[in-house]
C-alpha cells in the first residue's frame, strides 16, 4: 500500500521558514521522482518544486525560486521543501506527489503565513 504522510506545516509570520517532509512508504521511493504541489483558497493546485530520482535535478516554480528548497533523502524515503522567507502568498495546503506508476498524492500539509 502507498503511502505519502506529510508533515511540518504551521502557522508562521512572513519571512518566516518552515521544513516540509513527505514520508513515502508503499513502493520504491529511490524509483519516484517527487514533486510538491500547493492549493491555496479558491485557486487551482500549482506545481512548486520538483526532484529528480537521484537528487541531482530540480526545478522550481517562478514564485518560490531562490525561496524553496526540494531535497530527499533516499536512505529514509523522504522528500522535504524548506521554505525561507515565506510571503502571505505562501499560504496554501502543500501537498507531496510521487512520480511512479499512475502517480500518488499525500494528504497535506497546511502552511499558513501571517502576521
Known amino acids: 500500500q502507498v503511502q505519502l504522510v506529510e508533515s511540518g506545516g504551521g502557522l508562521v509570520q512572513p519571512g518566516g521558514s518552515l521544513r516540509l517532509s513527505c514520508a513515502a512508504s508503499g513502493f520504491t521511493f529511490a524509483s519516484a521522482a517527487m514533486r510538491w504541489y500547493r492549493q491555496a483558497p479558491g485557486k487551482e493546485r500549482e506545481l512548486v518544486a520538483s526532484?529528480?530520482?537521484?537528487?541531482?535535478?530540480?526545478s522550481y516554480a517562478d514564485s518560490v525560486k531562490g525561496r524553496f528548497t526540494i531535497s530527499r533523502d533516499n536512505a529514509k524515503n523522504t522528500a522535504y521543501l524548506q521554505m525561507n522567507s515565506l510571503k502571505l502568498d505562501d499560504t496554501a495546503v502543500y501537498y507531496c506527489?510521487?512520480?511512479?506508476?499512475?502517480?500518488?498524492w499525500g494528504q497535506g500539509t497546511q502552511v499558513a503565513v501571517s502576521s
Open positions: 526532484i529528480s530520482t537521484t537528487g541531482y535535478s530540480t
Open positions: 506527489y510521487a512520480r511512479w506508476m499512475a502517480g500518488y
